[in-house]
Nanobody, 120 residues
Framework: VQLQASGGGLVQPGGSLRLSCAASGLTSSNYARGWFRQAPGKEREFVASVSWRDGSTVYADSVKGRFTVSSDTAKNTVYLQMNSLKPEDSAVYYC??????????????WGQGTLVTVSS
């Protein structure tokens, strides 16, 4: 399984970015796919996930109402639309396969990460 994340960059506070994560070599739909992030000096944290079966979503409290996770099963791709970005959203964002209740399973897969910087 390979996960290729893209879409990161530099954005001003209040701005928006859309991250994409394309998967290859992945055919199972039994697990959710999602996003984690890690800021410098901080632990990696869950951001959001989407079920491949029914599209149901889960969000961290810190991003609710600002971020939207979605999926395109035909393209085998997960998206993270990030609006009203804050400096504290700055981090490396990772897409992950096999997320259960906000936890990445050890048997899952991680993408390479894409850097998001929110700064004026």
């Amino acid at each position: 399984v390979q996960l290729q994340a893209s879409g990161g960059g530099l954005v001003q506070p209040g701005g928006s970015l859309r991250l994409s994560c394309a998967a290859s070599g992945l055919t199972s739909s039994n697990y959710a796919r999602g996003w984690f992030r890690q800021a410098p000096g901080k632990e990696r944290e869950f951001v959001a996930s989407v079920s491949w079966r029914d599209g149901s979503t889960v969000y961290a409290d810190s991003v609710k109402g600002r971020f939207t996770v979605s999926s395109d099963t035909a393209k085998n791709t997960v998206y993270l639309q990030m609006n009203s970005l804050k400096p504290e959203d700055s981090a490396v964002y990772y897409c992950v396969y096999k997320v259960v209740r906000g936890v990445a399973l050890p048997s899952g897969s991680w993408g390479q990460g894409t850097l998001v910087t929110v700064s004026s």
